[in-house]
């Protein structure tokens, strides 16, 4: 897992990670901690093992990390958050040791890991998006008076 440590420890990606911190200390839900980083590589690696997709846990986890780190963008900015972590995935991958195909098919993953319908999609793709929505307990969620995911889209009982 040597190129997902650098991944972590790459300057950009931690400058990125410092600034969504920053910008979501007040949010009361759904934060994109690391907790939320790894709780969806984790069901990302469950699920390519119980499906027998056979993507490498580098390539899962370094889509795990990267997906949602553009939010900071988005906030302060506005750009859509998928397309500011493809761009900082384009500029982190290669430096992490990604060939320029892994740093593609992350990057593809990214931009299409909040569209639904992801069904024929690369199986990297399809693995992030349902793992980044099957990562929130809603359940259990103190906040969610507060949210806005319509009560369809809401996890309300224990998945894997």
Same mark, same amino acid.
Request: charged letters at 30%.
């Given at each position: 897992?040597?190129?997902?440590n650098?991944?972590?420890?790459?300057?950009?990606?931690?400058?990125?990670?410092?600034?969504?911190?920053?910008?979501?200390?007040?949010?009361?839900?759904?934060?994109?901690?690391?907790?939320?980083?790894?709780?969806?590589?984790?069901?990302?690696?469950?699920?390519? +093992?119980?499906?027998? &997709? /056979?993507?490498?846990?580098?390539?899962?986890?370094? %889509?795990? =990390? *990267? $997906?949602?780190?553009?939010? !900071?963008?988005?906030?302060?900015?506005?750009?859509?958050?998928?397309?500011?972590g493809?761009?900082?995935?384009?500029?982190?991958?290669?430096?992490?040791?990604?060939?320029?195909?892994?740093?593609?098919?992350?990057?593809?993953?990214? +931009?299409?890991?909040? &569209? /639904?319908?992801?069904?024929?999609?690369?199986?990297? %793709?399809? =693995? *992030? $998006?349902?793992?980044?929505k !099957?990562?929130?307990?809603?359940?259990?969620?103190?906040?969610?008076?507060?949210?806005?995911?319509?009560?369809?889209?809401?996890?309300?009982?224990?998945?894997?």
């Amino acid at each position: 897992m040597e190129r997902v440590n650098r991944i972590w420890r790459h300057p950009l990606y931690q400058e990125a990670f410092t600034a969504l911190q920053e910008a979501e200390q007040d949010r009361r839900f759904c934060r994109h901690t690391l907790t939320h980083f790894l709780d969806v590589a984790r069901l990302m690696q469950i699920e390519s +093992l119980e499906t027998g &997709t /056979e993507i490498p846990r580098e390539m899962i986890y370094g %889509a795990a =990390l *990267l $997906h949602d780190i553009g939010r !900071a963008e988005e906030l302060t900015e506005g750009t859509p958050h998928h397309l500011a972590g493809a761009r900082l995935a384009e500029r982190i991958l290669p430096d992490c040791g990604y060939t320029a195909a892994e740093t593609v098919r992350i990057r593809e993953a990214i +931009l299409c890991h909040r &569209t /639904e319908g992801t069904e024929n999609a690369d199986p990297l %793709a399809v =693995l *992030l $998006h349902k793992a980044d929505k !099957a990562s929130r307990n809603c359940f259990a969620c103190l906040a969610a008076a507060d949210c806005y995911w319509p009560e369809e889209k809401r996890n309300l009982e224990i998945r894997r």
